[in-house]
């Protein structure tokens, strides 16, 4: 027996061409990253910024880790935090306050850590599809100069097959030209 959570997406609209104004499914993780599979094969080529999958655990103790950077990881982001923290306790004398307004300082200070972290994440995954977006259209620029590159060998193997009046040789070149 195996269980899921299942998530209810809402959608609204106001288009005439739909009947009602508001659906809702009831959809399960899996089917947001074959989603997210699907945009990505569609649109991403084209140079569309798709969003990052969302996470399955909601309540994460860490920020995601971003592959290949140095200058934003995840991990090395939360021991900033960490250090910080540290610093200004060492700096700092604390005093033993049993006042109404520190604990409700405490309070707001680690819920503005939770939404700076949160936007951090969400900075983070967007960097990473603008990543992959530029990796899309940097290969489209590679196949690009390739194809300039083989259409000019091939326009230069015509122009040597007419100077040495090959028409056999000129008529194969033409349609390489063609295929490129």
Known sequence: MSSYVAYRVLTKTNMPIFSKHEFAVLRRFSDFLGLHEKLTEKYLRSGRII????????????LPKATSTSALSGAGVLRLFNKVGETVNKITYRMDESDPIEHLRLEQSNTDFYV????VKDYLGLIGAIKDVFHERVKVFQNWQHAQMQLTKRREN???????????????????????
């Open 116 to 119: 700076l972290a949160e936007h």
């Open 158 to 180: 015509k122009a040597k097959a007419e100077l040495a009046n090959r028409p056999e040789k000129i008529e194969q070149a033409a349609n390489e030209i063609i295929e490129v």
């Open 51 to 62: 969003p990052p999958a969302p996470e399955k655990s909601i309540v994460d103790t860490e």
